[in-house]
């Protein structure tokens, strides 16, 4: 199973930004996808999740500014990001949960300017 995410770059405070994540291979039947960030010197944290029934979970930082997405037939996860913060700042992971494994995908670095 491999994953690519795509979607990071520079933006200013207060601006968007739509994180991608495709899974590809050995795909059979995703129950989670979710996003992960890690900011230097920080743990890596859950921003968000969503089921493969459409159920979705976030963390409190993020409520109400970003939204997850996925498009099962195109094994996509997607991370509107709205009212980006500098505190947004980060590396962003992709995760996939299949068959009770968790698949992580390279990162994409989002940088927020105050």
């Known amino acids: 199973v491999q994953l690519q995410a795509s979607g990071g770059g520079l933006v200013q405070a207060g601006g968007s930004l739509r994180l991608s994540c495709t899974a590809s291979?050995?795909?059979?039947?995703?129950?989670?996808m979710g996003w992960h960030r890690q900011s230097p010197g920080k743990q890596r944290e859950l921003v968000a999740t969503?089921?493969?029934?459409?159920?979705?979970d976030y963390a409190d930082s993020v409520k109400g500014r970003f939204t997850i997405s996925r498009d099962n037939a195109k094994n996509t996860v997607y991370l509107q990001m709205n009212s980006l913060k500098p505190e947004d700042t980060a590396v962003y992971y992709c995760?996939?949960?299949?068959?009770?494994?968790?698949?992580w995908g390279q990162g994409t670095l989002v940088t927020v300017s105050s």
């Open positions: 995760r996939i949960f299949q068959r009770a494994t968790n698949y």
């Open positions: 291979g050995s795909i059979f039947s995703i129950a989670l």
């Open positions: 969503v089921t493969s029934t459409g159920n979705t």
